[in-house]
């Protein structure tokens, strides 16, 4: 059974960067497609990033296009979201989470707080 750790979460000033880390135990994640999650408090969960299955397809939502990067490590183990140009509004817990046909795995979230 696959299982997901986030870490990378903290406190930033607006305009910093934080790098969060999706790792996996259990298997590994290169048959899976990932996503990135955000839930702010009060706010319905919202999908900031995607990346299919081999990293051949990357989407991002329209509050982070341009500022926010997913990309996966080599050993397939770990996915990673870069985040650069951090407003307030970025302010949420982050949740990874991946999918094949079968299986759906969530991690429990690492918290991201903005300060402006």
């Known amino acids: 059974q696959l299982q997901l750790v986030e870490s990378g979460g903290g406190l930033v000033q607006a305009g910093g960067s934080l790098t969060l880390s999706c790792v996996a135990s259990g298997g590994i994640l290169d048959k899976y497609d990932i996503d990135w999650y955000r839930q702010a408090p009060g706010k319905e969960r919202e999908l900031v990033a995607s990346m299919s299955s081999g990293g051949h397809s990357l989407k991002y939502s329209d509050s982070v296009k341009g500022r926010f990067t997913v990309f996966m490590d080599y050993s397939y183990r770990m996915a990673h979201l870069q985040m650069n140009a951090l407003k307030s509004e970025d302010t949420a817990v982050y949740l990874c989470?991946?999918?094949?046909?079968?299986?759906?795995?969530w991690g429990l979230g690492t918290q991201v707080t903005v300060s402006s």
């Open positions: 989470h991946a999918q094949d046909y079968d299986h759906d795995y």
